[in-house]
């Protein structure tokens, strides 16, 4: 069975500063990893992707990849109030597809 | 870009009524659209895959006959919940994505949700 972990938290963190978010997967063969921010009561919206060994950054948002670890990240700098929300790692099916595994999420309280 | 229209967002209806579902992408063609649904607290649970033009394909569990998804174009799936009774109660949730062939790298595009209630 594929499978994508992560810790469903809450992680706390204060206002301005660096939330880390973590996520390990299963299948070697993935190729294509995402996050999704998810407020509660609405659906998930696409934050990052990232296919490729290192970081890749975004405004605030950094994601990291280490495939030979298996393990991707999503680090929020400057973190808002706004920003909390629930935060889904995602990993493309390795065996070919468009089949995307969900972890079960982090959810992540900024607070003032 | 890649902008998916689900309706309707909230369904509130009597146990034993059908309810269909439609998901939109506007400005994409999704070649491949998803269905989830997802219960309070909880993650989403893929329900079936729906390939333009071909029969869905359901994970194991969810039942074809209660579940009815339709993808007759590239940018219309619907799913059908057949005679749904107070257990089908859950936010269900379509995604689109530009992919094809054996491996894609795109990333799936969610509607805002479906909320289904029933009586």
């Known amino acids: 069975q594929k499978e994508v972990e992560q810790n469903s938290g809450p992680l706390s963190v204060p206002e301005g500063a660096i939330a880390s978010l973590n996520c390990t997967y299963s299948?070697?063969?993935?190729?294509?990893f995402f996050w999704y921010r998810q407020y509660s009561g609405k659906s998930p919206e696409l934050i990052m992707s990232?296919?490729?060994?290192g970081d890749k950054e975004d405004g605030r948002f950094t994601a990291q990849l280490n495939k030979a670890s298996q393990y991707v990240s999503l680090l929020i700098r400057d973190s808002q109030p706004s920003d909390s929300a629930t935060y889904l790692c995602?990993?493309?099916?390795?065996?070919?597809?468009?089949?995307?595994?969900f972890g079960t999420g982090t959810q992540l309280k900024v607070e003032l | 870009g890649a902008v998916v229209s689900q309706h309707p967002s909230w369904v509130i209806c009597k146990s034993g009524t059908s309810v269909k579902i439609e998901c939109r992408s506007l400005?994409?063609?999704?070649?491949?659209m998803f269905w989830y649904r997802q219960f309070p607290k909880q993650s989403l649970m893929l329900m079936a895959t729906?390939?333009?033009?071909?029969?869905?394909?359901?994970e194991q569990g969810v039942e074809k006959d209660k579940f009815l998804i339709n993808h007759a174009s590239l940018t219309l799936s619907t799913l059908t919940v057949t005679s749904a009774h107070p257990e089908d109660s859950s936010f269900y949730i379509c995604?689109?994505?530009?992919?094809?062939?054996?491996?894609?790298?795109?990333?799936?595009?969610f509607g805002d949700g479906t909320r289904l209630s029933i009586l």
């Open positions: 995602a990993a493309g099916a390795g065996g070919g597809g468009n089949k995307l595994t």
């Open positions: 299948d070697r063969g993935s190729q294509s």
């Open positions: 995604s689109g994505n530009r992919g094809q062939g054996l491996v894609s790298n795109q990333p799936q595009h």
């Open positions: 990232i296919y490729s060994n």
């Open positions: 400005d994409f063609q999704a070649t491949t």
């Open positions: 729906s390939n333009e033009g071909s029969k869905a394909t359901y």
